[in-house]
């Protein structure tokens, strides 16, 4: 089982900026795309953002598209999430979870297919 521990969150005033990390111990995640979720108040978790296990694709919800840039260095077992031009709408609390599909090139954004949940950062997007 691969531990995932997000980090990085904080308060932030609109148009700033933010690096999230998804740093993975336990078990390696090299071989395995990981996504970004997110979880505001009162609404369901919505995909961000995701990764394949080796950076080649990544995918991107339409409301973060131009603004957040995932990335990832296998060599440090951490995936990192770039979140610039930051809105209000962006507050919630960030996760980050493994597809269980080894070596695959399908980016998934159905939040049930993740596993190892961490244990999220919270980002506040103030006016």
């Known amino acids: 089982q691969v531990q995932l521990v997000e980090s990085g969150g904080g308060l932030v005033q609109a148009g700033g900026s933010l690096r999230l990390s998804c740093a993975a111990s336990?078990?390696?995640?090299?071989?395995?795309?990981i996504g970004w979720f997110r979880q505001a108040p009162g609404k369901e978790r919505e995909f961000v953002s995701a990764?394949?296990?080796?950076?080649?694709?990544?995918l991107y919800a339409d409301s973060v598209k131009g603004r957040f840039t995932i990335s990832r260095d296998n060599a440090k077992n951490t995936v990192y999430v770039q979140m610039n031009s930051l809105k209000r709408e962006d507050t919630a609390v960030y996760y980050c979870?493994?597809?269980?599909?080894?070596?695959?090139?399908?980016?998934?954004?159905?939040?049930?297919?993740?596993?190892?949940w961490g244990q999220g950062t919270q980002v506040t997007v103030s006016s």
């Open positions: 336990g078990r390696t995640f090299v071989g395995y795309a």
């Open positions: 979870a493994r597809d269980p599909n080894l070596i695959s090139q399908v980016l998934r954004t159905i939040p049930l297919v993740y596993r190892d």
């Open positions: 990764i394949t296990w080796n950076g080649g694709s990544t």
